[in-house]
């Protein structure tokens, strides 16, 4: 049984650029939720998706977007890069509802230059 | 909103000595509280969950924690540290709603040989 995957495993890109992460969630699990780590710090929760819509959103600008799949996979889409958004991006799976916790991929590291 | 602090950024234990990694949380009604550890240049991995049974909850590892309420607390703990045990670790909240998890900064532990 696969866990969550992510691609790509590191990204370098420029200021300004756009950028496109990936997560397939564990199997079984029909919620994705992505998260921001920052270098010393904690990851902090960007937005979750259930039934292709997203659900929750933290605080972080339009900037971030994303998108689900009818087969439950998501993708983090981050236009107008700065060098602030620079870190190491978490994908979680879980099932909807309850407390039921949630299992994460080895993230993207994302490095703006 | 719910919170949770890590009452220190970095502990220091010897093999074979007992680990004590403290968690305060904050939640205005009863929350579910996690550890998770991340070891370096790895995604997080769930340690153990409470979710309102047993106040005392095991993990892998060895580890468990005490989730007491009057104290706002969510202690982790293990009778003996193992090289392996070296890593960062996370408390974490969960909201009621949708299992948005909130984290801590975070605790690296060091074990010396």
């Known amino acids: 049984d696969a866990g969550v995957t992510q691609s790509p495993t590191h990204l370098i890109k420029t200021r300004g650029q756009q950028v496109t992460l990936r997560c397939s969630p564990k199997?079984?699990?029909?919620?994705v939720s992505w998260y921001q780590q920052a270098l010393g710090q904690g990851p902090q929760f960007i937005f979750q998706y259930y039934e292709e819509e997203e659900r929750q959103r933290g605080n972080f600008p339009d900037r971030f977007s994303g998108h689900q799949f009818p087969n439950y996979s998501s993708e983090l889409n981050v236009n107008a890069l700065l060098l602030g958004d620079s870190a190491l991006y978490l994908c979680a799976s879980s099932l909807w509802g309850g407390t039921y916790e949630q299992y994460f991929g080895p993230g993207t590291r994302l490095t703006v230059t | 909103a719910q919170s949770v602090t890590q009452l220190d950024s970095h502990v220091s234990v010897s093999e074979g000595t007992p680990v004590l990694l403290r968690c305060n949380y904050s939640?205005?009604?009863?929350?579910?509280l996690f550890w998770y550890v991340q070891h370096p240049n790895k995604g997080l991995q769930l340690l153990l969950k409470?979710?309102?049974?047993?106040?005392l909850v095991k993990g892998i590892n060895g580890f468990e924690a005490e989730f007491k309420k009057s104290e706002t607390s969510f202690h982790l703990t293990k009778p003996s540290a193992h090289m392996s045990d070296a890593a960062e670790y996370f408390c974490v909240v969960s909201a009621v709603y949708g299992n948005k998890l909130v984290f801590g900064a975070g605790t690296i532990l060091r074990v010396k040989s």
């Open positions: 409470y979710t309102s049974a047993a106040t």
């Open positions: 199997s079984g699990h029909d919620t």
């Open positions: 939640s205005s009604y009863s929350p579910s």
